[in-house]
């Protein structure tokens, strides 16, 4: 094909996401792809109690929405759609579609969903197991004159790398250009989070209103530039990028089941205003194995909230937590208790002179987390400490689930498309694999020598990204400058990020140096518990936790910390 790039952006990074995206995007400006990621680990759990409910659903019922508003508009305009809204059902997603009666050829993307093979492949008796799947049965679709592919569980990145290695007729081997793809598609899959959502440094771009939603310009080398749409809210910048780039990520090596992306030596440049380049991305073969999405039903739990105001606030909580156990019929399996000191002493308002001591229960039984506990708290009202309040009160209990981290040979999962005309292909698995290995640790910088220091938030300059995986989390921090990198790089051990998390003291810490990228990425294994549907902690995805870290001081040289100040 003759045009220099494909231009694809994305209109969803979550099942929840603006609604209204997919026209602004076909509206806003011109494209070739548009893409929309609507599934996520959390998302899967509720797809699958959608499905307990109704077998035919089990799909991300916003995107059909959007498809209904907007299908019509993207034909008009030749714009290609691509997402993975299929979640679960993809085949009903898809006859859902046709049933729009656009005119759209409609084609799917299965083969991920293993729930009745689980316990054969080893994975037990989940409520969804589904395998990430690559792009190549994108391609094929696209190959057929497909307007619209839905997919199951494909990962994020490989609904833009499917437009890609078809416009360009990648081979499956093109590993570099590939892995641009990926890093390209790691980038612009959580929408607006490489515009300016979400980012640390969000009060130094000018018009936060409505940040846009990302585009890439993917090149035949696999090289790209992410922009957006002329005249939308946000930023494209090398700092709104590098965050999105630590997102979700471990070290260096990021395995998709197409190709291995070595993130670690991905170069991003700013072109210009909202134009970021990201070249020299090398590529490697992908694992031999998939990842499978495990979820199950953990149990039951409830939890509520009670107010502490004013004096004693520990002796409050004491007497709270001591009532509350004492009358409860049956203790549940787990009982947790949190004081949130939220208040300061001779406070001006009476929510500042307030703390909050929450109570979570779990337990296999839906009884002993429902009605009796619930009872119980409101029983306390008339009885326990002074001022005794509830933020609302308790619910009868809810299911929750747990994720896990699966692993089945690639072999084993069937990779099928659906073509319009009703035609299956089979697509094979990679037969060139490279088993995953760490790499080696890259040489630091040089440590700066012997210089003042000043005692301040972390934050003054380094910027930092979070989110879960699983039970676990990832801080990805950087910094802007060279000789900010070489004093980070030292300066944030593991040692030294579990004395500023105090929750990550006892846990498993591992860190990841990227100095392309002038970031250092930590794993923190087993910080959210069970993963993010469990609740296990304040803040379940770990969304804040590098904000948390940001706001810890840290002594940093006076150089760095007034660097270009007078």
Same mark, same amino acid.
């Given at each position: 094909m003759s045009t220099p790039h494909v231009r694809i952006g994305n209109c969803s990074g979550f099942y929840g996401d603006r609604l209204s995206a997919m026209r602004e995007m076909l509206e806003g400006g011109?494209? !070739?792809?548009?893409?929309? &990621?609507?599934?996520?680990e959390l998302t899967m759990l509720i797809l699958g109690r959608d499905r307990m409910k109704d077998a035919s659903r089990g799909y991300a019922k916003t995107f059909l929405r959007q498809a209904e508003d907007c299908l019509g508009l993207a034909l008009d305009r030749g714009v290609k759609i691509v997402a993975n809204a299929g979640g679960l059902n993809p085949k009903g997603l898809a006859d859902a579609l046709t049933q729009l009666d656009s005119g759209a050829k409609i084609a799917y993307v299965d083969g991920d969903d293993l729930l009745s093979r689980a316990d054969e492949l080893g994975l037990g008796s989940p409520l969804t197991a589904n395998a990430y799947l690559g792009a190549w049965g994108i391609v094929e679709a696209l190959k057929s004159g497909a307007d619209v592919v839905v997919t199951g569980r494909v990962t994020d990145a490989s609904v833009i790398v499917g437009p890609a290695a078809y416009h360009f007729g990648w081979n499956r081997t093109d590993y570099d250009a590939l892995a641009g793809a990926v890093v390209a598609g790691h980038v612009i899959e959580c929408g607006t989070q490489a515009t300016g959502g979400n980012y640390s440094f969000f009060t130094e771009i000018a018009d936060m209103g409505r940040p846009g939603f990302p585009i890439a310009e993917i090149h035949a080398d696999g090289s790209s530039v992410i922009t957006k749409h002329d005249g939308t809210g946000g930023a494209v910048s090398v700092g709104t990028v590098t965050a999105q780039l630590l997102y979700e990520i471990t070290g260096g090596r990021y395995a998709n089941p197409d190709v291995t992306a070595r993130i &670690?030596?991905? $170069?991003? %440049?700013?072109?210009?205003? !909202?134009? +970021?380049?990201?070249?020299? +991305? =090398?590529g490697e073969a992908p694992p031999p194995t998939l990842k499978v999405s495990l979820n199950s039903l953990g149990g039951f739990r409830n939890e509520f909230t009670l107010v502490l105001t004013g004096l004693d606030i520990d002796a409050k909580a004491e007497l709270a937590q001591k009532q509350f156990e004492s009358w409860l019929p049956t203790r549940p399996k787990e009982l947790e208790w949190t004081l949130v000191r939220t208040d300061k002493p001779d406070a001006p308002t009476e929510e500042t002179a307030s703390a909050l001591l929450r109570c979570v229960a779990r337990d296999s039984d839906p009884n002993i987390v429902g009605r009796q506990f619930s009872s119980v708290a409101v029983e306390l009202a008339l009885a326990s400490y002074p001022g005794f309040s509830l933020t609302a009160p308790p619910g009868h209990g809810a299911p929750f689930g747990v994720f896990t981290a699966g692993y089945v040979d690639a072999g084993e999962v069937p990779h099928t498309v659906t073509l319009a005309d009703g035609t299956r292909v089979d697509? #094979? #698995?990679?037969? &060139?694999?490279? +088993?995953?290995?760490?790499?080696?640790?890259?040489?630091?910088?040089? =440590?700066? #020598? @012997?210089?003042? %220091?000043? %005692? +301040?938030?972390?934050?003054?300059?380094?910027?930092?990204?979070? @989110?879960? =995986?699983? @039970?676990?989390?990832?801080? @990805? $921090?950087? $910094?802007?400058? &060279? !000789?900010?990198?070489?004093?980070l790089a030292h300066a944030l051990t593991v040692e030294e990020l579990k004395s500023l998390l105090p929750e990550a003291a006892d846990l498993t810490v591992t860190r990841h140096v990227l100095p392309h990228l002038k970031a250092l990425n930590f794993v923190i294994e087993g910080i959210l518990g069970q993963g993010v549907a469990s609740q296990a902690r304040f803040d379940p995805q770990a969304k804040g936790l590098g904000e948390w870290l940001r706001s810890r001081h840290i002594a940093i040289p006076e150089t760095l910390v007034f660097q270009g100040q007078i």
């Open positions: 011109e494209l !070739d792809y548009l893409t929309g &990621d609507y599934l996520a &670690d030596t991905a $170069v991003l %440049t700013q072109e210009s205003s !909202d134009r +970021v380049r990201i070249s020299q +991305v =090398k697509i #094979p #698995p990679a037969t &060139d694999t490279e +088993v995953l290995e760490p790499l080696p640790e890259p040489e630091l910088p040089p =440590k700066r #020598p @012997g210089e003042s %220091t000043i %005692t +301040v938030p972390l934050g003054t300059v380094a910027a930092a990204r979070s @989110g879960d =995986k699983g @039970g676990n989390a990832n801080v @990805g $921090v950087w $910094v802007r400058s &060279d !000789d900010e990198f070489a004093w």
